[in-house]
């Protein structure tokens, strides 16, 4: 795949061999395809590498994630709603999410390193907003608070897939997680 965009074929592809890197990030081409339900010449013909495949959903990833920020900031929401626009958005993406999370092979690329890097930087000083509105404690480190986001948003993403919530309700619960815990509702 080249560094243009990809075509419909490639990203259809991509919607479909995301979430297995996201669940078995250290599977093969072979295995890949095989999970997949694709062929390894199909695969092989988008794709001529695992290091391109890798790429490929990494870069998929970094858009749809910058994608779905973008609608989020154009709303000029409040901290709190804007925390929970921003997971309504981000959970139906929780397999890309995770994959850049956990995938260490995609950032020996320098455009996909800078990037997930400036998205660091976004989602800190979101967490910023966050603490100085008073939606998330000051003396929590924004690490903790940026591995729980993750966290949320790759279980809220698993718990739909698997039937477990329904997609409707997965961003109200990730929220009232990470805002008040798992404890009863403070009235």
């Not at 973008?70 to 409040?78: C, G, M, P």
């Not at 279980?155 to 008040?180: E, F, K, M």
Request: glycine content about 4%; proline content about 5%; some cysteine.
């Amino acid at each position: 795949m080249s560094d243009s965009t990809p075509t419909k074929t490639q990203q259809a592809l991509l919607q479909t061999l995301t979430p297995v890197l996201a669940c078995n990030p250290g599977a093969s081409l072979s295995e890949i395809a095989k999970q997949a339900g694709i062929g390894r010449a199909t695969l092989y013909r988008h794709f001529a590498s695992r290091d391109a495949l890798v790429k490929a959903v990494a870069m998929d990833a970094i858009a749809a994630f910058d994608q779905a920020t973008a609608e989020v900031k154009v709303q000029n929401l409040n901290a709190g709603d804007a925390l929970l626009a921003f997971l309504q958005k981000v959970i139906p993406l929780g397999d890309r999410f995770h994959f850049l999370a956990i995938e260490p092979a995609a950032y020996n690329d320098p455009e996909i390193a800078t990037a997930y890097a400036r998205q660091l930087q976004e989602l800190n000083a979101f967490i910023t907003t966050l603490k100085q509105a008073g939606f998330i404690a000051v003396d929590v480190p924004k690490a903790w608070v940026t591995t729980a986001i993750d966290s949320l948003i790759w279980s809220a993403w698993s718990a739909v897939q698997a039937g477990d919530i329904a997609p409707n309700d997965a961003a109200a619960l990730a929220y009232r997680t990470l805002i008040q815990g798992l404890g009863p509702l403070k009235s």
